[in-house]
C-alpha cells in the first residue's frame, strides 16, 4: 500500500510565499514522475509542475518564474515552492507520483495525496 501525504498549506496574503511538502510511504521499490496538481472552486484540475526522478522539471505557463518544484529522492519527498502568491493561486493543491510498488511484477500506478487547501486572501 503507498500513501502520500501533502503539507505546508494555509492562508497567505497576495505576494506572500508557501512551501508545500509531499511524502510518499509504503510498499515502494520505486519512484518515477511526481508532481503537483491543483484544483480551484468550481474548475478542473489543472497541472502545476512535475519533476523526474533525474530532476527535469515541467511548468504551466502561469506557473512559470513563481513556482519551484523540487524533489528528495532519498526522502521520497516532492516540494513546491511558491512565491508572488495571487488570489487566483487558491485552490486544493494535490501532489502526485508514478510508483513501482514492492508487489509481485513490480508494478507501476499513479498515487495522489489527499490535498491541501492553499488561500491567498488580504
Known amino acids: 500500500q503507498v500513501q502520500l501525504v501533502e503539507s505546508g498549506g494555509g492562508l497567505v496574503q497576495p505576494g506572500g510565499s508557501l512551501r508545500l511538502s509531499c511524502v510518499a510511504s509504503?510498499?515502494?521499490?520505486?519512484?518515477?514522475?511526481m508532481g503537483w496538481d491543483r484544483q480551484a472552486p468550481g474548475a478542473e484540475r489543472e497541472l502545476v509542475a512535475t519533476?523526474?526522478?533525474?530532476?527535469?522539471?515541467n511548468y504551466a505557463e502561469s506557473m512559470k518564474g513563481r513556482f519551484t518544484i523540487s524533489r528528495d529522492n532519498a526522502k521520497n519527498t516532492v516540494y513546491l515552492q511558491m512565491n508572488s502568491l495571487k488570489p487566483e493561486d487558491t485552490a486544493v493543491y494535490y501532489c502526485?507520483?508514478?510508483?513501482?510498488?514492492?508487489?509481485?511484477?513490480?508494478?507501476?500506478?499513479?498515487?495522489w495525496g489527499q490535498g491541501t487547501q492553499v488561500t491567498v486572501s488580504s
Open positions: 519533476i523526474t526522478k533525474g530532476g527535469t522539471t
Open positions: 502526485n507520483a508514478d510508483i513501482r510498488t514492492l508487489n509481485w511484477g513490480r508494478p507501476l500506478g499513479t498515487y
Open positions: 509504503g510498499t515502494i521499490f520505486s519512484i518515477n514522475t
